[in-house]
């Protein structure tokens, strides 16, 4: 297999030699930048050849410029690198690293690193004790949080109209709860970080936002996605126009969207989901002159994923183009400097020790910070966070969003009158298509699944992305049919609905926070959409299912201690999250956006409680029949149905006869049209 990287350190076409001429690649191998070949496009239809996509040659005026991955972007020696930064979290004066970075500079940075040589100097040679440490911080910097000032959003709304769709009692003040929570998550940047951005960590905007909450000040990438569609639920356009203009602002200075709003995430991004939010956008306010202003920001950030984030694997003899993440700073996060650094120590030699802190941003920017998803070990995924090769997984999930926002840059080039544009990126989804069904479909297992490059196997572990094609239509839609009967025969072999909490981010047990047992609002919303999508009856009910214990446990946590939590247990319904670097967040952005969403689109059925428990007699009830499926385990632990989970099976038949889909009779087979 041959695999060429874009942004390695060395050139893979040669074997792995370095370059040694500050390329990534040596200049005989050197990949074209999208951008130089968009000069050279002339649309011709496929040959069907299955060619790369990096063949494609657009017109020159379809060019926007997109620059190479900035490595001086992070070139701030208080905040990302050196010894001061060193100094102060290695003390370890905070149980969060990320307290220091988020703190102010009373001082200009070059008084600061001033103040902070003579503090060594005054030392002789001896290391500094935590509390000298302590009190140099106290003396040159202020507590995280100076630079915002009170707001209080001027559209938010007391009774958006969503919530008179929701017929439960419970579930209705639940959502009008969610909605004031809004109040407290905004934030809004003082003037003063605009006139002295040099003395803070944070990334001015000159619109407020909406942040996930927590220990997490500031904006967040791929969190900001279902923040937006809980806002426009609520009614709040102004606020979620004015993110957008943030984001964009942002693409125009930098060429992509960081993790988050620090300067220290300034050198990775998150799963791209800018063009989908903007599209949530659209749809809730037709506004096409903002759409017209900013396209070619949009088509810049896709462009950043298409230059920096994308690998060619070869497969019987053709190259298809698919996406990953990467990141290649050197030293440890920022925000997490000691945890990198003591658990660097197992590796020798700088250049492992720098591949190390790659790898943990790169998965960083996956958004999955930490998983079992990421381990390399031996071809499997079991291991630790020295086992992590981020680099070398093509994720079923990336590659998803990254054709619909081929298709969405098409749609809306089309509505602007440009159809030769439009066509490219019509082509672009196609080919990107094509590549995640021969590198990612998994014909046996019945899935998409990752593909690892380092060992040329896909990786057959269960994740909930693993059906996001479906969300997407990232798949051959004439075989629609075939496609959901095999994945829901693969949902059964992986018992996940033996999870009364939601659908598990993984099966795997490592003490990692995106691993088993956690649930996280972001799969469970694609996990919901992915099988709402498919049109199928049957994948349909399921996706409800899921819904109504998702929106139960969410409901039960907040009923019993009034908050919204970044991740739940997919195994006890109402339990919050555990593991990972830091204790479990309230808030919390996406966690009330993805409940908001589920709330407006299954408002009408879902109730905060079941109406009946099991062994409650219901009179003139007719006697309750087990509902066959595709995929039987719907009602059986083993796929059988002379084999009903108790109590789960009666409670189905007897109290959710309603949600039983039209298209199908009492015996659960499907009616004639």
Same mark, same amino acid.
């Given at each position: 297999?041959?695999?060429?990287?874009?942004?390695?350190?060395?050139?893979?076409?040669?074997?792995?030699?370095?370059?040694?001429?500050? #390329?990534?690649?040596?200049?005989? #191998?050197?990949?074209?930048?999208?951008?130089?070949?968009?000069?050279?496009?002339?649309?011709?239809?496929?040959?069907?050849?299955?060619?790369?996509?990096?063949?494609?040659?657009?017109?020159?005026?379809?060019?926007?410029?997109?620059?190479?991955?900035?490595?001086?972007?992070?070139?701030?020696?208080?905040?990302?690198?050196?010894?001061?930064?060193?100094?102060?979290? $290695? /003390?370890?004066?905070?149980?969060?690293?990320?307290?220091?970075?988020?703190?102010?500079?009373?001082?200009?940075?070059?008084?600061?690193?001033?103040?902070?040589?003579?503090?060594?100097?005054?030392?002789?040679?001896?290391?500094?004790?935590?509390?000298?440490?302590?009190?140099?911080?106290?003396?040159?910097?202020?507590?995280?949080?100076?630079?915002?000032?009170?707001?209080?959003?001027?559209?938010?709304?007391?009774?958006? !109209?969503?919530? =008179?769709?929701?017929?439960?009692?419970?579930?209705?003040?639940?959502?009008?709860?969610?909605?004031?929570?809004?109040?407290?998550?905004?934030?809004?940047?003082?003037?003063?970080?605009?006139?002295?951005?040099?003395?803070?960590?944070?990334?001015?905007?000159?619109?407020?936002?909406?942040?996930?909450?927590? =220990?997490?000040?500031?904006?967040?990438?791929?969190?900001?996605?279902?923040?937006?569609?809980?806002?426009?639920?609520?009614? $709040?356009?102004?606020?979620?126009?004015?993110?957008?203009?943030?984001?964009?602002?942002?693409?125009?200075?930098?060429?992509?969207?960081?993790?988050?709003?620090?300067?220290?995430?300034? $050198?990775?991004?998150?799963?791209?989901?800018?063009?989908?939010?903007?599209?949530?956008?659209?749809?809730?306010?037709?506004?096409?002159?903002?759409?017209?202003? +900013?396209?070619?920001?949009?088509?810049?950030?896709?462009?950043?994923?298409?230059?920096?984030?994308?690998?060619?694997?070869?497969?019987?003899?053709?190259?298809?183009?698919? /996406?990953?993440?990467?990141?290649?700073?050197?030293?440890?996060?920022?925000?997490?400097?000691?945890?990198?650094?003591?658990?660097?120590?197992?590796? =020798?030699? @700088?250049?492992?020790?720098?591949?190390?802190?790659?790898?943990?941003?790169?998965?960083?920017?996956?958004?999955?910070?930490?998983?079992?998803?990421?381990?390399?070990?031996?071809?499997?995924?079991?291991?630790?966070?020295?086992?992590?090769?981020?680099?070398?997984?093509?994720?079923? &999930?990336?590659?998803?969003?990254?054709?619909?926002?081929?298709?969405?840059?098409?749609?809306?080039?089309?509505?602007?009158?440009?159809?030769?544009?439009?066509?490219?990126?019509?082509?672009? @989804?196609?080919?990107?298509?094509?590549?995640?069904?021969?590198?990612?479909?998994?014909?046996?297992?019945?899935?998409?699944? &990752?593909?690892?490059?380092?060992?040329?196997?896909?990786?057959?572990?269960?994740?909930?992305?693993?059906?996001?094609?479906?969300?997407?239509?990232?798949?051959?839609?004439?075989?629609? @049919?075939?496609?959901?009967?095999?994945?829901?025969?693969?949902?059964?072999?992986?018992?996940? $609905?033996?999870?009364?909490?939601?659908?598990?981010?993984?099966?795997? #047990?490592?003490?990692?926070?995106?691993?088993?047992?956690? !649930?996280?609002?972001?799969?469970?919303?694609?996990?919901?959409?992915?099988?709402?999508?498919?049109?199928? !009856?049957?994948?349909?009910?399921?996706?409800?299912?899921?819904?109504? =214990?998702?929106?139960?446990? +969410?409901?039960?946590?907040?009923?019993?201690?009034?908050?919204?939590?970044?991740?739940?247990?997919?195994?006890?319904?109402?339990? #919050?999250?555990?593991?990972?670097?830091?204790?479990?967040?309230?808030?919390?952005?996406?966690?009330?956006?993805?409940?908001?969403?589920?709330?407006?689109?299954?408002?009408?059925?879902?109730? /905060?409680?079941?109406?009946?428990?099991?062994?409650?007699?219901?009179?003139?009830?007719?006697?309750?029949?087990?509902?066959?499926?595709?995929?039987?385990?719907?009602?059986?632990?083993?796929?059988?149905?002379?084999?009903?989970?108790?109590?789960?099976?009666?409670?189905?038949?007897?109290?959710? @006869?309603? !949600?039983?889909?039209?298209?199908?009779?009492?015996?659960?087979?499907?009616?004639?049209?």
């Amino acid at each position: 297999m041959l695999v060429v990287w874009q942004g390695a350190r060395r050139c893979l076409s040669c074997s792995g030699q370095r370059t040694n001429q500050g #390329h990534q690649f040596h200049q005989k #191998h050197r990949r074209e930048l999208i951008s130089e070949k968009l000069d050279r496009y002339q649309l011709v239809k496929s040959r069907g050849d299955a060619a790369s996509l990096l063949d494609l040659r657009p017109p020159r005026r379809l060019r926007k410029s997109v620059g190479p991955h900035p490595k001086s972007i992070t070139n701030n020696e208080i905040y990302c690198y050196g010894e001061l930064l060193h100094t102060i979290q $290695m /003390a370890g004066l905070y149980k969060d690293s990320k307290y220091f970075v988020d703190m102010k500079m009373k001082r200009p940075s070059n008084e600061t690193l001033t103040s902070f040589d003579t503090f060594m100097s005054s030392l002789h040679n001896k290391p500094p004790t935590k509390r000298q440490v302590e009190q140099f911080v106290n003396e040159t910097f202020e507590l995280p949080g100076s630079e915002f000032e009170e707001w209080d959003p001027t559209d938010w709304k007391a009774e958006p !109209a969503f919530l =008179r769709k929701i017929e439960d009692h419970d579930l209705r003040q639940f959502g009008y709860e969610l909605n004031s929570i809004w109040k407290m998550l905004g934030r809004k940047m003082k003037e003063d970080v605009r006139i002295n951005e040099q003395l803070y960590s944070i990334i001015y905007v000159p619109n407020p936002v909406i942040v996930p909450g927590g =220990r997490f000040r500031e904006f967040y990438y791929w969190d900001s996605y279902w923040i937006v569609k809980g806002l426009l639920l609520s009614e $709040m356009r102004t606020t979620v126009k004015g993110m957008l203009n943030n984001f964009v602002s942002i693409v125009d200075k930098i060429g992509f969207i960081p993790n988050g709003g620090r300067i220290y995430y300034k $050198m990775r991004s998150q799963p791209p989901l800018l063009i989908s939010m903007v599209h949530e956008y659209l749809k809730n306010t037709h506004d096409h002159e903002w759409l017209k202003q +900013n396209l070619w920001l949009l088509e810049k950030e896709f462009d950043f994923w298409m230059t920096n984030r994308t690998v060619n694997v070869e497969k019987d003899g053709v190259n298809y183009t698919l /996406a990953r993440y990467y990141e290649e700073s050197s030293g440890p996060r920022p925000e997490s400097y000691k945890e990198d650094f003591l658990t660097s120590q197992s590796f =020798r030699t @700088a250049e492992e020790k720098d591949n190390y802190y790659s790898e943990l941003k790169t998965a960083a920017e996956s958004g999955w910070d930490f998983s079992s998803r990421w381990f390399v070990h031996e071809g499997t995924n079991k291991g630790n966070l020295t086992n992590l090769k981020t680099r070398s997984i093509i994720p079923v &999930d990336l590659n998803t969003i990254i054709y619909r926002n081929a298709r969405l840059l098409a749609k809306y080039n089309r509505q602007m009158g440009n159809e030769t544009k439009a066509a490219y990126y019509d082509d672009i @989804a196609e080919k990107w298509k094509e590549a995640v069904t021969i590198v990612l479909w998994h014909e046996e297992v019945g899935a998409w699944l &990752d593909y690892d490059i380092l060992n040329d196997i896909k990786r057959d572990y269960f994740y909930p992305t693993n059906i996001l094609p479906f969300w997407a239509d990232c798949y051959d839609t004439s075989k629609k @049919a075939d496609y959901v009967s095999k994945v829901l025969k693969y949902l059964e072999k992986s018992e996940i $609905m033996l999870n009364d909490g939601g659908i598990p981010t993984t099966l795997e #047990h490592s003490g990692e926070q995106w691993d088993y047992p956690n !649930a996280w609002p972001p799969l469970q919303y694609f996990f919901i959409m992915s099988l709402d999508n498919t049109g199928d !009856a049957w994948a349909q009910r399921l996706a409800y299912e899921i819904s109504e =214990r998702w929106v139960r446990s +969410n409901y039960k946590a907040f009923n019993e201690t009034h908050n919204m939590y970044e991740k739940y247990d997919a195994t006890v319904s109402g339990g #919050h999250g555990t593991g990972g670097e830091y204790e479990v967040q309230l808030g919390f952005g996406w966690s009330n956006g993805v409940i908001m969403d589920l709330l407006n689109k299954y408002g009408d059925r879902l109730t /905060a409680e079941d109406l009946f428990k099991p062994g409650d007699v219901v009179e003139n009830a007719a006697p309750p029949q087990v509902v066959v499926s595709t995929a039987e385990w719907w009602f059986t632990r083993d796929g059988s149905t002379t084999h009903p989970v108790p109590d789960r099976a009666e409670r189905i038949t007897t109290c959710r @006869a309603a !949600a039983v889909p039209a298209a199908y009779s009492a015996s659960g087979s499907p009616t004639p049209n």
